[in-house]
C-alpha cells in the first residue's frame, strides 16, 4: 500500500507543474486568473481556487487548512458539498498549496490554529460550492437552451426541471471551456433551513484510511533514494557540539554519512535503525550554553517573587486596590501551572528534498506559511520557491505551529547538499525533552466578598514567560508590553484582537502582568493557550470566593453572568443537565468551571469520587457548549471529548520538570497521559444557535483542569493550587 | 538473510536481525500502518499481532520470530475479526487524529478473539497499553462493546 503511495507522491511532486499549476481555468474566488494557470487538460476544470472537476465528475476540494485530529477535512467537504449538491463523503481532498489565495480570512496566512477553522471557512467554502454549481447551471443553460431557473442540482448531476434531460457535473466542463464560462460576481448561499449536510452529524471523512492504515500521516512519506536521519541532541536544550567522533557510527552497516547541524549531530543512514545505531554509537563532547544553570524551582521562586510586585496592568475596571483594602472579607491565594509538554501521537519529523534549483517539504505542519519564510530565510531563498506538501498529522495541539519550524528546519539542515530526500524522525525521547513547551505560570490572585457574599473586587497577576514577544506575531499579540496570551481567560473585558471577556461581571477587576525575560526553553501554545493556565487559576479561585461568600458556585456563575446571555442560558442548562442540585453521595464531589475561549462559551460540571487512599476517579463530565451554528455536532461532540480528555491528563500528571539545564522526563512511562481507565464519561449538550460557527477545537480543554479541581475540594474540603494534582498527592486512578 | 511470516505470506527479509519488527514492517516492507510512537512498548501504536497475540512490534527484534505468524492493520480478510472492529471503529466515528488507531484495532481484536463478550474492566485491561492523545477513549469503548454485541448476537443464531 504504502509503497503504491510512496511511489505516487513521488511522481507528483518531481514532476514539474502538475496538477495545480497546468490549470486553465482558475476564477479565483481571492485572484484572477494568471496566465500560467490559463495551460490546462480539458479534462480538468478548476472552478476556483477551492474546486477542480474533473470530465469523470471527481471533484476535488484544495483543502488550506491542517487535519490533525481537529475534524477540518470533514467540514471543509460538507460546506462544500452543501452548495454544490454532492455527498460530501465523495470529494477528494487534495492540500491547497501556499500560495494567497488560500490564507485564512482571519490570520491572512497559511494557519490552522485558535479553533478559528469552521469559522474561517464558513462563507469562503460554501461561496466556493455555491459558484461552481452556478457555473454548471451556466453550462447546462446552454446546452439545453434553458434558463437557469428551469434546471436543478442533486447529487453531481444537472437536471431540467421536467427530469427529462440531465448531464453529470463532469460532462458540462466541456461547455465551461467552449463557452469561456465565468464564475458570476454573486450567488446567493442556501437558507439554513435547506441545509441537508450543514448541522447533520456527520462522520470523519479520511476514517476508512484511518482504520485500514492506509493513511498517509508525515512519518509514512516514502520517496526514492531516501535517507532516514536521526540526531543526538545536547542533554541542555540550546547547547551544541564541542566535538564529535563518528567513527564507530560510519562502520555501523548501512549508516552513509554523520554531519553537524544547528540541533546536533546528524546521523544519515539507509533505514530508521541503522540511523538510531548510529546516533547511540556516537562520542559526543557537548558545549552546553547559556541554559545549563537553569532549574525549575528557580523559576518557580522568581516568579513567586514578581506576583508580588506590581506587573504591567492588562485591565482596570473600578478600584480593586481600594476596595480589597476596605473589605473585611478578603482571600488570597497562589496558583502553579507547570511546563507541558504536547507528546503527539506521531512524533516531529519532516522530510525535505533541497536541491541547487528546488527546496521540497513533506510536512505535517499547522502553519506553512511560517515554515515558507522559516526555510526560504535559512537557505536565502525566495520563499515562493518552497514548496510544501502536507500530509495527515498525528496530533498536534499547537506543537506543529512552532514559530522556530524546529522539527522543519532539522530536515532541511540534514538534506542541504544531499542531493537526495531526507527524513528525520524524532524519538519520542527528542520529542518530550524538545523545548518547547507550554510555559510555566504562577498567578496570585487577591478577592474580596461583600456583605451578600458577591464578589466585589478581583486582582490576578499573571507571571510567566510571552509566547509572542520576539516573534513576528508580537505587534498583534503584544498590547502595552502584556501578550495576550499570558491574559487571555482573565480579561473581563475584550482586548485587541480578542473580542470576548470572561462572561462574568465583577465591580472592580485588576489584571496585571509580567512577562519575564524569554530564556531556558522555548514557551509556545498548546491546545487552549492561555486559558490552560488562566482556566485553572480564575475558575478556582472564583470556587474560592464563592465559598468565602457562602454562595453556590454554580448559582454564584449564574448570578454573575446576566449580562451575558449566551453564557447565562448555558449555565442554566448546565444546572439541569448535571442534576446540580441532588446530593451526589459520599466521598464523591461535583465541581463547575465555565469559558469563553475564542468567541464559544462553553462550561462543565465534572462528577468525581474519592478513595481512602487518596486517589480518586472522574466518573462523569456533563459539559454544555455554545459555539453558534452547530456544522457538525458529532465532529463537535469528539472536539469536546478530546479537549477534555487532553485537559484532564495535564492536570492530573502533566509535568516537564528542568533541572540543571536538563529534562527530567523522556517518554510515557515518566511523562504520563491520560489512558482509557481514567477516561470519563462524557455528555455533550450542544445548544441550537443560529449564530455563525466557531471553535471547539481547544474549547473543552480549558474548564476541565479547574472543574475537577474543584469537585476535589467539594468532596474533601482541600484545595489544590500546584498542578498537576499527581503533585499535590491526588492521583487520578 | 531472515524469512518472516506477515499477514500469510512468507517474506525474505534483508534487515539487520537486531532491527525491531517495527521498522521492518515500515522501511522494508512498506506496511506503514504500524506506527512509531515510544520505541521502548509504552504506547501501542506498533500493536500487531504475534500468533494472535498482541505484542508492541517496537520492542521485538526480528530474530526472535522465527516461524510464528505477524498480523498487522494491512491484513484485509474478508468477514474477519478485524473487518467486523474496523466497521464498527467507523459506525462509532472513533478515529480523530488516527495515528494510534492501527494499534487500538488491533488490541481490541486480540482481545474480542481471546474474549468475544469482554466486561468493561476486561476492556479496560486490555486497552490501556494503547494511548490516544486524542482522547478517543469513550468511542474505542463504545465500538468493541457494538462489535462484541454483534458477535454474541451471530453466536446466538
Known amino acids: ?733 | 538473510m531472515l524469512t518472516l511470516d506477515i499477514n500469510g505470506k512468507k517474506q525474505p527479509i534483508n534487515s539487520e536481525p537486531d532491527t525491531p519488527l517495527l521498522w521492518v514492517l515500515r522501511d522494508e516492507l512498506a506496511l506503514t500502518g504500524t506506527k512509531y510512537g515510544c520505541g521502548i512498548a509504552m504506547c501501542g501504536a506498533c500493536t500487531v499481532h504475534m500468533d494472535g497475540e498482541p505484542v508492541r512490534a517496537c520492542a521485538i527484534p526480528i530474530e526472535v520470530l522465527g516461524n510464528k505468524k505477524i498480523v498487522t492493520i494491512e491484513h484485509q480478510k474478508k468477514d474477519g475479526l478485524l473487518s467486523l472492529v474496523q466497521e464498527k471503529w467507523l459506525e462509532h466515528d472513533v478515529a480523530q487524529c488516527g495515528y494510534c488507531q492501527s494499534g487500538q484495532i488491533m488490541s481490541a481484536t486480540a482481545l474480542l478473539n481471546e474474549n468475544p463478550n469482554p466486561s468493561d474492566q476486561q476492556i479496560e485491561a486490555a486497552m490501556s497499553g494503547n494511548i490516544c492523545r486524542c482522547g478517543t477513549y469513550q468511542r474505542v469503548r463504545n465500538a468493541i462493546r457494538a462489535a462484541s454485541d454483534t458477535i454474541t448476537e451471530n453466536a446466538s443464531l
Open chain 1, 1 to 733: 500500500m504504502s509503497k503504491r503511495i510512496g511511489s505516487a507522491i513521488s511522481r507528483r511532486s518531481f514532476v514539474k507543474s502538475a496538477g495545480l499549476a497546468t490549470g486553465s481555468l482558475l476564477v479565483g474566488i481571492h485572484i484572477p486568473a494568471s496566465s500560467e494557470q490559463k495551460r490546462m487538460p480539458l479534462q480538468q476544470t478548476l472552478m476556483n481556487s477551492f474546486i477542480r472537476i474533473d470530465s469523470d465528475s471527481t471533484i476535488t476540494l484544495l483543502a488550506n487548512h491542517s487535519e490533525f485530529g481537529n475534524g477540518a477535512y470533514t467540514i471543509m467537504p460538507m460546506m462544500v458539498a452543501e452548495e454544490l449538491d454532492v455527498p460530501y463523503e465523495k470529494i477528494r481532498l487534495e492540500p491547497a498549496p501556499t500560495r494567497p489565495e488560500y490564507y485564512s480570512p482571519i490570520f491572512r496566512e497559511y494557519l490552522t490554529a485558535g479553533s478559528v477553522t469552521t469559522g474561517s471557512c464558513w462563507i469562503p467554502l460554501r461561496t466556493a460550492g455555491a459558484k461552481a454549481r452556478a457555473m454548471l447551471l451556466d453550462a447546462a443553460s446552454i446546452k439545453w437552451d434553458q434558463p437557469s431557473e428551469n434546471l436543478y442540482t442533486s447529487d453531481g448531476t444537472v437536471f431540467t426541471k421536467n427530469s427529462q434531460q440531465s448531464a453529470t457535473y463532469g460532462d458540462l466542463l466541456h461547455i465551461i471551456h467552449a463557452d469561456g464560462i465565468l464564475p458570476r460576481e454573486k450567488v446567493d448561499l442556501k437558507d439554513p433551513s435547506k441545509f441537508r449536510i450543514l448541522g447533520k452529524p456527520s462522520r470523519r471523512h479520511e476514517a476508512p484510511s484511518k482504520v485500514d492504515g492506509s493513511a498517509v500521516f508525515g512519518i509514512d512519506i516514502k520517496l526514492p533514494d531516501m535517507l532516514y536521519g536521526s540526531i543526538a541532541r545536547c542533554p541542555v536544550y540550546g547547547g551544541t557540539a564541542k566535538h564529535y567522533d563518528a567513527s564507530a557510527s560510519l562502520k555501523i552497516p548501512g549508516v552513509v554519512k554523520v554531519k553537524e547541524i544547528s540541533a546536533g549531530v546528524v546521523v544519515l543512514a539507509n533505514s530508521n535503525w541503522a540511523a538510531l545505531k548510529g546516533r547511540g554509537a556516537l562520542k559526543i563532547e557537548w558545549n552546553e550554553g547559556p541554559n545549563s544553570s537553569l532549574s525549575y524551582d528557580f523559576f518557580f521562586q522568581e516568579y513567586r517573587d514578581l506576583a508580588n510586585k506590581p506587573g504591567i496592568v492588562a485591565e482596570n475596571i473600578g478600584d480593586s486596590i481600594a476596595s480589597i483594602e476596605l473589605s473585611d472579607n478578603v482571600i488570597e491565594s497562589v496558583y502553579e501551572m507547570p511546563y507541558l509538554a504536547h507528546a503527539t501521537m506521531e512524533p516531529p519529523n519532516c522530510t525535505a528534498l533541497v536541491t541547487d534549483d528546488r527546496c521540497e517539504i513533506w510536512s505535517g505542519t499547522q502553519s506553512q506559511s511560517n515554515d515558507q519564510k522559516v526555510v526560504a530565510k535559512l537557505l536565502g531563498r525566495p520563499e515562493q520557491s518552497i514548496i510544501i506538501h502536507r500530509p495527515l498529522m498525528g496530533g498536534s495541539f499547537g506543537r506543529r505551529a512552532a514559530k522556530s519550524a524546529d522539527f522543519t528546519v532539522n530536515s532541511v539542515e540534514a538534506a542541504n547538499g544531499e542531493g537526495v530526500p531526507v527524513q528525520v524522525i524524532w524519538s519520542r525521547e527528542e520529542d518530550i525533552k524538545g523545548g518547547h513547551y507550554r510555559p510555566l505560570f504562577v498567578h496570585k490572585l487577591r478577592g474580596a466578598v461583600d456583605d451578600d457574599g458577591m464578589p466585589q473586587a478581583w486582582h490576578q497577576t499573571v507571571v510567566g514567560q510571552s509566547i509572542m514577544d520576539g516573534t513576528r506575531f508580537a505587534p498583534a499579540f503584544m498590547v502595552n508590553g502584556v501578550d495576550l496570551y499570558s491574559v487571555d481567560g482573565c480579561l473581563q473585558e475584550p482586548l485587541g484582537l480578542f473580542r470576548y471577556g470572561t462572561s462574568y461581571q465583577i465591580p472592580n477587576h485588576r489584571i496585571e502582568c509580567h512577562n519575564p525575560p524569554k530564556i531556558g526553553v522555548v514557551p509556545m501554545e498548546w491546545r487552549s493557550v492561555g486559558h490552560s493556565h488562566t482556566g485553572i487559576a480564575y475558575e478556582c479561585f472564583l470556587d474560592e470566593l464563592a465559598a468565602a461568600g457562602g454562595k453556590d458556585p454554580l448559582d454564584l456563575r449564574i448570578a454573575l453572568t446576566k449580562g451575558n446571555p449566551r453564557m447565562h442560558k448555558l449555565l442554566k442548562l448546565l444546572k439541569e443537565k448535571s442534576n446540580w442540585v441532588k446530593p451526589i453521595g459520599k466521598n464523591k464531589g461535583r465541581g463547575i468551571a465555565a469559558r469563553v475561549y475564542s468567541v464559544s462559551p462553553i462550561a462543565q460540571v465534572a462528577e468525581i469520587t474519592m478513595n481512602e487512599n487518596g486517589e480518586f476517579t472522574v466518573d462523569k463530565v456533563i459539559c454544555v457548549v455554545d459555539c453558534g451554528f452547530a456544522v457538525n455536532p458529532l465532529g463537535i461532540e469528539a472536539q469536546i471529548e478530546g479537549g477534555i480528555a487532553y485537559g484532564l491528563g495535564a492536570a492530573a500528571f502533566g509535568e516537564i520538570e528542568l533541572h540543571d539545564g536538563q529534562i527530567k522526563q523522556s517518554n510515557f512511562h515518566d511523562y504520563n497521559v491520560l489512558r482509557i481507565a481514567q477516561m470519563p464519561e462524557i455528555e455533550v449538550h450542544i445548544v441550537s444557535s443560529d449564530e455563525p460557527p466557531t471553535g471547539v477545537g481547544e474549547q473543552a480543554t480549558t474548564p476541565i483542569a479547574p472543574a475537577v479541581a474543584n469537585a476535589l475540594f467539594n468532596a474533601t474540603g482541600t484545595r489544590v493550587r500546584r498542578f498537576p494534582l499527581a503533585k499535590s498527592g491526588l492521583k487520578l486512578v
